[in-house]
């Protein structure tokens, strides 16, 4: 990394931007509401990923949220007010999940690694967001958890990300008893990636994010949409795919460069 140049910008003052050294900070900005994933909040996200879609300066996005917790789902103020509507508020139900299933859908979408820095609490689709991120990181001392069961709303949704990202039973028995696992567990299970305590998390994770920038941009960003492109397919399938991908990826000049860098023991001359 050369930059040493810092932004920051405002998506609606919902989600906030800083650029360092080719990583995106996005900080959710809504601690009076534990930084609940509303409407604007949802639109202000799906803004901020549609943006660094197109821009090839930023090598890895962190995820985070201001205040006392990651995010605590959905605004229920926002979702009970909606039913003073006429059709009890389901044109705005099936708006908001529309809405959040897309945001969801742009991360493994985008051509950079997300991060999500999770402290203090993922719940219900706040849960989601992070397990929709490429990696996680968590404070020692943060919980996970669907919960929406608890007041009667399965968390049908959230259950997509979250049953992609840890073995079924331990998704199911989650969804059902609404019951929060600490970071450690999330770690055993595959949601989190690595735990630290609370004051060394953004150490840990910057350390990640530098380590996936320092590595050649183009080869992450096709592994990163071949890894995606193979989940869902027959085994067979998915050698076929991911074999043209390498193909694709050995016949670069970087990759090249990469490879007789190895082999002289000296750093790469990447473009």
Excluded at 126 to 150: K, M
Excluded at 216 to 244: E, M
Aim: net charge neutral.
């Amino acid at each position: 990394m050369t930059s040493t140049t810092s932004s920051t910008t405002k998506a609606a003052g919902l989600v906030l931007r800083e650029d360092r050294d080719g990583i995106a900070f996005l900080t959710l900005n809504a601690a009076h509401s534990l930084n609940a994933l509303s409407t604007p909040m949802l639109r202000a996200l799906d803004g901020a990923f549609a943006a660094l879609a197109e821009d090839r300066s930023v090598r890895v996005v962190v995820l985070k949220g201001a205040g006392r917790v990651f995010s605590a789902g959905h605004d229920l103020k926002e979702m009970q007010a909606a039913r003073d509507g006429a059709d009890n508020g389901a044109a705005h139900f099936e708006a908001l999940f529309a809405l959040c299933a897309g945001v969801m859908q742009r991360i493994p979408a985008l051509p950079q690694p997300v991060i999500a820095q999770v402290h203090g609490l993922a719940a219900a689709a706040g849960c989601q967001l992070a397990a929709s991120c490429d990696l996680v990181t968590a404070a020692e001392d943060a919980r996970f958890g669907v919960n929406g069961v608890n007041i009667g709303l399965f968390c049908s949704t959230p259950m997509v990300a979250l049953s992609r990202k840890v073995p079924p039973a331990v998704a199911f028995e989650m969804l059902t008893t609404g019951d929060f696992i600490t970071a450690p567990r999330a770690r055993e299970v595959g949601l989190v990636n690595r735990t630290a305590p609370p004051e060394a998390l953004e150490e840990v994770t910057v350390a990640l994010a530098r380590t996936l920038a320092g590595k050649l941009t183009a080869a992450v960003k096709a592994g990163k949409s071949a890894f995606y492109d193979q989940i869902s397919l027959p085994l067979a399938d998915a050698y076929r795919h991911c074999g043209a991908v390498m193909v694709e990826n050995m016949l670069w000049r970087d990759t090249a460069e990469g490879i007789q860098a190895f082999l002289e023991k000296r750093k790469p001359d990447w473009n």
